[in-house]
T-cell receptor, first 109, second 114 residues
């Protein structure tokens, strides 16, 4: 079946590093997306991985292991504005997205 | 910049009313989607459209219908609103069918059905 899991909530300190994990089981896997969603706002695209490995984009990096059905989003030098929900979504063989419930990240000063 | 707009940010309706949620995108995207988002659940796909006049059921189409008469506009219709349709509704668009392109989201419509 199709399944995607990520932690419900995480807390981190301003200036620190946090890793948000996501595991998935997706038929005909076509890649893994990460989106950021601030409270009351629309999700905005952060990253897309289809090949194994780490993709770095400024303070944010995303990693994928297809053999393990595993991805993580790494946020460095955390800022208060990074407080948001982070949504993991896998793309299936029909190019539809299967969404995780989101990880609410709380940043403390 | 891609822009996806939705007709209302907040909407309050009564049980049994017919509700129209409008979504417009300005990037000539072929694909458009309607999701609902509820606490503790991932985004759930209601309907999607690969192109004008085309529509496909998503995972939870019951109680909803859609219309795509023009490429830029995708409407979600609640034929007879019920309290369990109280939710955040998100519209998204995407450029090529069959490609792993990013979905761009509108700001959402928070619907309350009393």
């Amino acid at each position: 079946g199709q399944n995607i899991d990520q932690p419900t909530e995480m807390t981190a300190t301003e200036g620190a590093i946090v890793q948000i994990n996501c595991t998935y089981q997706t038929s005909g896997f076509n890649g893994l997306f990460w989106y950021q969603q601030h409270a009351g706002e629309a999700p905005t695209f952060l990253s897309y991985n289809v090949l194994d490995g780490l993709e770095e984009k400024g303070r944010f990096s995303s990693f994928l292991s297809r053999s393990k059905g595993y991805s993580y989003l790494l946020l460095k030098e955390l800022q208060m504005k990074d407080s948001a929900s982070y949504l993991c979504a896998s793309m299936d063989s029909n190019y539809q997205l299967i969404w995780g419930a989101g990880t609410k990240l709380i940043i403390k000063p | 910049d891609v822009k996806v707009t939705q007709s209302s940010r907040y909407l309050v309706k009564r049980t049994g009313e017919k509700v129209f949620l409008e979504c417009v995108q300005d990037m000539d995207h072929e694909n458009m989607f309607w999701y609902r988002q509820d606490p503790g659940l991932g985004l759930r796909l209601i309907y999607f459209s690969y192109d004008v006049k085309m529509k496909e059921k998503g995972d939870i189409p019951e109680g909803y219908s859609v219309s795509r008469e023009k490429k830029e506009r995708f409407s979600l219709i609640l034929e007879s609103a019920s309290t369990n349709q109280t939710s955040m509704y998100l519209c998204a668009s995407r450029s090529l069918a069959g490609e792993a392109e990013t979905q761009y989201f509108g700001p959402g419509t928070r619907l309350l059905v009393l």
